[in-house]
Structure formats: C-alpha cells, structure tokens
C-alpha cells in the first residue's frame, strides 16, 4: 500500500537530527533542499519504506509532535534501535486495546511510536469456541432434542443441582426424551473462559425455565462447566449450578 500521508517534526539542529534517524534508527535520507547554503533544510527520510519530513523552518511546525508507524515486529525494531545506541522513552509493552507498542523520542522531543497489531492467540480463539459451545447448548437445551444435548455431554457427565442432588447423562437424557423435563428458556451471559491445555472452566450466569413433571419452574443461576477436548470437540465432563435468585412459577 502507497503510504499517502506523510509526518512533519519540526528540528533545531539537523546534524543532531540525522545522527538520531539516520544512525540511530536505520532513516535514509531520500533528498534534502535549501533555499541558500546556510539556511535551515527541509528533508525527506525513509526506512523501510514509511515516509517522513524534517523541518528546519520554524513556520513550518513546532517542536514536540508525534506519529505513529505500523511495523511487522516492534520487538526486532527495539533491538535494532537498541543495537545502534538509541534507548526507547517506552519499551514495547502489549496494550489494553490490542497491539504491542513502543515510543522513542528524538532530541528535540518528537515523539515515534513504533507498534505492531497482535494476531488472536491460541488461547483467544479457543476461548471463542467455547463460548459457540455454550450458546449452541443453550439452543439445543431449548430444542428439548435429547440426542442434540447429549452431543455437548460427555458420557460420564454429572450434574450437580443447586439443591446439592447429583445426576447423571442417562438420566437426564431420558428425562427429555420421556417429556418430564422440557425447557423453553436457557441462557448464558458474563462468560468467563479458563483453558488449561484440553481442559477448560466456563463459567455463566442465566436463566433455566421449562417444566418438570408438568410444574413449571425458572431459576436465575450460575452455572459452572467443566469442559474436556475429546476427538476435536469440547464436551462437559461437569455441570454445577448455584441459584442466584428464587425462582418463581411462569
């Protein structure tokens, strides 16, 4: 991509200047005018194909800005810059809003930061997938189709109600098929995902309602979820629920 907008630092002394791009930060110089031998320069760097003006002109800016490069690596930028003698005003550090980040400071006060965007890890995408795992539970919990639901249990699942009765896959499965336990509500929201190599806790708060035995109930719970990949799926292994508030008949 042509870059097409290009910095101006406003200098005070070019020499000082170019030690710092040109020898410090690996900056060629493209071109450099003059209106008369003497007067203040006006210039063009480069490095690594992003684009910069230096300005000697006092009219043209002051002193103290600052920009912005995007850059494969800002860790090898920091090694470099560090090899040539030039120490950042900020090391790299991953920011709260995404990319990893770095701020060096030239001698008048002009301010490069130097930042590479981070690709989603490992952990992030899995933890995405966990997440399309308890909402499509959710569905098919709704569905009331007992084989859908069995397929996110693995076959030793348990759970444990929040009245402490514990139960098992077989059985709560045939309590779907048979139409005593039906569910026209499952919800999950404030997610919050651990994985621990192919094992993972997800935790959520939700609403459960349906009917049991032809009563109807609906419980405002947390639930917590222990997940384990088996043969490329994430299946629970344990369910533990907690009411957070009463429930109350539909």
């Not at 005070?12 to 007067?39: C, I, K, M």
């Not at 920009?67 to 920091?78: M, S």
């Not at 084989?147 to 896959?169: Q, T």
Request: proline letters at 5%.
């Amino acid at each position: 991509m042509v870059q097409t907008v290009t910095p101006q630092f406003r200098i005070t002394n070019a020499r000082r200047s170019l030690a710092f791009y040109v020898d410090g930060l690996g900056f060629q110089v493209d071109w450099e005018h003059r209106f008369e031998p003497g007067y203040p320069v006006f210039m063009q760097l480069t490095r690594a194909g992003q684009t910069l003006f230096l300005t000697e002109h006092a009219g043209d800016c002051q002193v103290g800005g600052a920009a912005y490069f995007v850059v494969p690596d800002v860790d090898a930028c920091h090694n470099d810059f560090v090899g040539r003698g030039v120490m950042p005003t900020q090391p790299p550090a991953t920011m709260s809003w995404g990319p990893r980040e770095m701020v060096v400071t030239d001698p008048d006060g002009n301010r490069l930061r130097f930042a590479t965007p981070l690709q989603p890890t490992v952990s992030s995408k899995l933890q995405e997938d966990l997440i399309r795992v308890a909402h499509d539970w959710d569905r098919a919990m709704v569905g009331n189709d007992a084989d859908e639901i069995g397929h996110y249990m693995a076959d030793d699942w348990i759970i444990v109600g929040s009245d402490g009765k514990v139960g098992d896959k077989a059985t709560f499965l045939e309590l779907v098929r048979s139409g005593a336990l039906t569910h026209d509500e499952m919800t999950s929201e404030d997610l919050d995902v651990r994985v621990y190599g192919d094992t993972a806790v997800v935790t959520a708060r939700g609403v459960s309602g349906g009917k049991y035995q032809d009563q109807p109930f609906r419980e405002v719970e947390r639930s917590s979820c222990v997940f384990v990949s088996q043969e490329g799926h994430w299946r629970c292994v344990l369910t533990h629920l907690s009411r957070l508030a009463q429930g109350k008949a539909l």
